[in-house]
């Protein structure tokens, strides 16, 4: 495949709820790897406010309109934050994940984590929940890339869960190596 393509399908995190479209980190990756890797593109099904059922309910879609080389998937706070079934959770993801797959599309999963407020056990489980997929499934889970964000001056918009602008490179620093290993992880297949 001579043009690789990246899907990022996740929620407001991947989004850029509150920043401006240029200054999200997918967007910050796309300029950049424009530049370094011409042949890779870039393509942001994430929007803000998703479940794991609404990507699952479009993932046919968007396989099917870009037909990816890989895809990262970053979903689970808003099923999470809405005190969703973690067995639900968990059934919906490795949905998202069969079905990426059974169209030779390479996935990496984010983890996710919940604040400690929604009691630690739920938290706890529910964070534990994307090791269990990852391990199932046998495929990358990346570190939650909002975890070094927490608690550093000016990284988290005033709501205290979305990323700030100036967080975004940050993020896209963290995320780059994996994403591109996914990418070109695929183009050795």
């Known amino acids: 495949m001579a043009n690789d393509s990246l899907v990022i399908l996740g929620d407001s995190l991947s989004a850029g709820y509150g920043v401006a479209k240029n200054q999200t980190w997918v967007s910050l990756l796309q300029q950049r790897w424009q530049q370094a890797h011409p042949n ?15 990507a699952l309910n ?9 037909q990816p080389a890989a895809i990262f998937v970053e979903l689970g706070g808003n ?16 949905q998202i994940i069969d079905a990426a797959q059974q169209q ?21 489980m529910f964070n534990q929940t994307y090791q269990q997929i990852a391990d199932q499934q046998g495929i990358t889970l990346v570190p939650f890339f909002m975890k070094p964000l927490v608690g550093k001056v ?10 700030t602008a100036k967080a975004q490179p940050l993020i896209a620093d963290f995320l780059e190596p994996y994403l591109l290993d996914l990418v070109k992880q695929e183009s050795k297949q």
């Open 58 to 66: 479009r993932l046919d879609n968007i396989l099917a309109e870009h």
């Open 154 to 163: 000016g990284m988290i918009q005033d709501d205290g869960i979305h990323p």
């Open 79 to 94: 099923d999470g934050l809405r005190g969703f079934d973690l067995s639900q959770l968990r059934q919906r993801i490795n």
């Open 40 to 54: 890779l593109t870039i393509i942001n099904a994430s929007i803000s406010g998703e479940t794991t059922q609404g």
């Open 104 to 124: 030779g599309v390479s996935v990496a999963l984010s983890e996710v984590q919940l604040p400690p407020n929604y009691g630690p056990r739920f938290a706890e």
